[in-house]
């Protein structure tokens, strides 16, 4: 057993080291300063050298010159060196994915790296967003790729222009567990190939993407670095950036590991003193008037704790800015009016852990697309695994109690509840009973929840601990007094930021028909 964990680990390590088409033997027309040990030239496919090209070890960031060529001093804890993506360059690919670094040895020094062909600055295209896969087991692995990739894959072929992906952590569910690290990670990246699921996917680190026992190396001088050594291994460098259109697109491990308990809770969010002079590095290469997409994945939101409330005020000088993250199972929709930042807490695509077919707060399993024009995005919404774009809402009658007693804030009979997960304060949802519309879920009638047939399923019926799948409230929900609480049709009407209507006229009841169990998922029409 001992030889296939060892080889599986080795087969890993040859098949992440890194990537570039540079043989080395271009010259170095600029002298290396003293005390600069970390260098090279980067150029063209042609071998012509090319000027501006940020360059990172993961703590620094320089920008080639004239010669083409980049220096700096290399930290003792990089593990990394690459190279920020111009927008007016291809993608370079290995195996099916976004190849943009190469792994750092003891002795070496110098690590060329050879630009993909130009292409025109794209003026738009799509970015996917794809929080918390977390598979841990076979079955888990089987279902995300016979639900998730095929509906990425199936959805975004209908797309016109480029389009990327972006993971927001969490891709496996590591509990110490040498199989899931060793041979889950290498599967979940072979799912997320090009090939297979049909768009470029980066990736970001998530708490269970760290090794949660790890050991202080050579190659790793603290704890929370030496957590990360997995998802480097297999995936690339855990901060980085890089730009698409005339947007900057920034993934960075927000996950601190806690030297003290050694097990999976043991971590908390935010960002090191080195990660945000990093950011800061970053940031200073990139105009001010960039749309700034930031993934990680935690939520930041207005936690002001490890160095994140320093983060979203290094990012609030740009001309737009929306954070991306997961994590939480259960999507939200966050708004920093202080600082013009809007948050996107994407629902998992495992939703919760795999046991059924939505997240925690009643959200589908999915994930998140987004229309980038210019600066800003114009469009966005949440896709559903193997359901209609336009499924959006769920209708409950308020009054309905749900296996384990589970039930509504509000409970009257001519009361009705709509757990609507996308939604914002921009939105219109409109109300109409046979036919006439008898008026609107205003902002007033918004409130904190928990989804009562959600809770009921995964506690009432699947015993699911309740402390993580039945107790939690969430912002997503409407409540309505009808205006005839014996209408035959009822209707709900909403009406996003960007002018897309959903509806929904179908009340979810108690019954077995209406649970969220796999063998009850429809095909996507």
């Known amino acids: 057993m001992k030889r296939i964990i060892y080889s599986l680990l080795f087969a890993a390590g040859i098949l992440f080291t890194g990537c570039s088409d540079d043989d080395g033997t271009t010259p170095l027309k600029t002298p290396i300063e003293e005390g600069n040990n970390l260098y090279g030239v980067v150029t063209d496919p042609s071998g012509a050298p090319v000027e501006g090209i940020v360059v990172s070890d993961g703590f620094s960031c320089v920008s080639t010159d004239a010669n083409g060529v980049y220096q700096m001093p290399r930290s003792a804890d990089a593990f990394h060196v690459f190279y920020r993506i111009p927008a007016d360059r291809q993608i370079p690919m290995s195996d099916g994915r976004p190849c943009f670094w190469q792994r750092l ?5 110098r690590y060329d790296f050879r630009l993909m062909q130009k292409q025109e600055v794209e003026t738009g295209f799509k970015l996917v967003c794809l929080a918390d896969p ?6 888990d692995l089987s279902r995300f790729k016979k639900e998730c990739v095929p509906d990425v894959c199936k959805h975004v072929s209908t797309f016109e222009g480029p389009v990327y992906g972006i993971t927001l952590g969490d891709i496996v ?21 090009e090939s297979e699921i049909g768009l470029k996917v980066f990736q970001v680190m998530g708490n269970h993407d760290n090794c949660m026992k790890p050991k202080i190396t050579d190659e790793s001088s603290n704890y929370d670095l030496a957590g990360r050594r997995d998802f480097e291994y297999k995936f690339g460098p855990c901060d980085y950036s890089f730009d698409r259109g005339n947007a900057h697109i920034i993934g960075m491990d927000n ?15 935010g960002f090191t003193d080195a990660q945000l002079e990093w950011l800061r590095q970053d940031l200073s290469f990139v105009p001010k008037d960039k749309l700034i997409i930031f993934c990680v994945h935690i939520p930041i939101r207005n936690a002001t704790s490890n160095n994140r409330e320093a983060v979203r005020n290094l990012l609030k000088e740009f001309a737009q800015v929306h954070i991306m993250t997961g994590h939480t199972h259960y999507g939200q929709n966050y708004i920093d009016t202080e600082r013009d930042i809007y948050e996107h807490i994407h629902g998992a695509v495992c939703g919760a852990w795999w046991k059924s077919t939505i997240n925690v707060d009643g959200t589908p399993n999915g994930y998140g697309v987004y229309d980038i024009s210019g600066t800003e995005v114009k469009d966005w919404y949440y896709k559903p695994t193997c359901l209609p774009k336009d499924f959006q809402i769920r209708m409950y009658r308020a009054e309905t109690s749900y296996a384990g007693n589970y039930k509504f804030s509000y409970t009257a009979s001519n ?31 918004r409130y904190s929840d928990r989804d009562a047939w959600g809770a009921g399923y995964h506690v009432g019926v699947l015993k699911a601990n309740a402390s993580s799948h ?5 912002d997503h929900f409407y409540h309505y007094t009808l205006k005839d609480a014996t209408a035959s049709i009822v209707e709900i009407r909403a009406t996003d930021a960007f002018g897309t209507i959903y509806t929904q006229n179908v009340f979810t009841t108690a019954t077995e028909s209406d649970y969220p169990s796999v063998e009850n998922y429809p095909a996507e029409e």
């Open 105 to 109: 040895s003891k002795a070496q020094e």
């Open 134 to 139: 977390q598979v841990q087991k076979d079955t």
């Open 173 to 193: 569910f590591n509990t110490n567990n040498l199989y899931v690290t060793n041979q889950m990670m290498p599967l979940m990246a072979q799912a997320m190939r």
């Open 255 to 269: 996950v601190l590991l806690l030297n003290e308990k050694h097990n999976p809770s043991a971590y908390d969010s």
């Open 415 to 445: 009361e009705i509840v709509a757990n609507i997960w996308n939604a914002d304060s921009s939105w219109k949802i409109e109300v109409y009973e046979n036919g006439a519309k008898t008026g609107e879920m205003t902002e007033q009638l």
């Open 470 to 474: 039945g107790n939690g409230k969430y």
